[in-house]
Nanobody
Framework: QVQLVESGGGLVQAGGSLRLSCAAK????????MGWYRQAPGKQRELVAS???????NYADSVKGRFTISRDNAKGTVYLQMDSLKPEDTAVYYC?????????WGQGTQVTVSS
């Protein structure tokens, strides 16, 4: 019903920036909250940032002031602007959408920050 396709990951030096995009395909008008999660090797998946359909945002303490989440409801797309990246931000980043009481996940995109 909903497919999520992420893009924008890659390799960047510490202090640099990346912008992740997640495009939803399917019943995009039913999408409520969208968010970004990340999972580093040997660690649990954790919330990075989320945004409701009313543009209420929530951020993990570790990324506040550095990352910005936004969305384009008409396109069913959510973005994550990541600035002042640190090596500890290295992880696979996943997009999630909450639609009709179900969670849908993207396939993940690798972000690697070198020191």
């Amino acid at each position: 019903q909903v497919q999520l396709v992420e893009s924008g990951g890659g390799l960047v030096q510490a202090g640099g920036s990346l912008r992740l995009s997640c495009a939803a395909k399917g019943i995009i008008f039913s999408i409520n909250t969208m968010g970004w999660y990340r999972q580093a090797p040997g660690k649990q998946r954790e919330l990075v940032a989320s945004i409701t359909i009313g543009d209420i945002t929530n951020y993990a303490d570790s990324v506040k002031g550095r990352f910005t989440i936004s969305r384009d409801n008409a396109k069913g797309t959510v973005y994550l602007q990541m600035d002042s990246l640190k090596p500890e931000d290295t992880a696979v980043y996943y997009c999630k959408a909450f639609v009709n009481f179900k969670d849908y996940w993207g396939q993940g995109t690798q972000v690697t920050v070198s020191s």
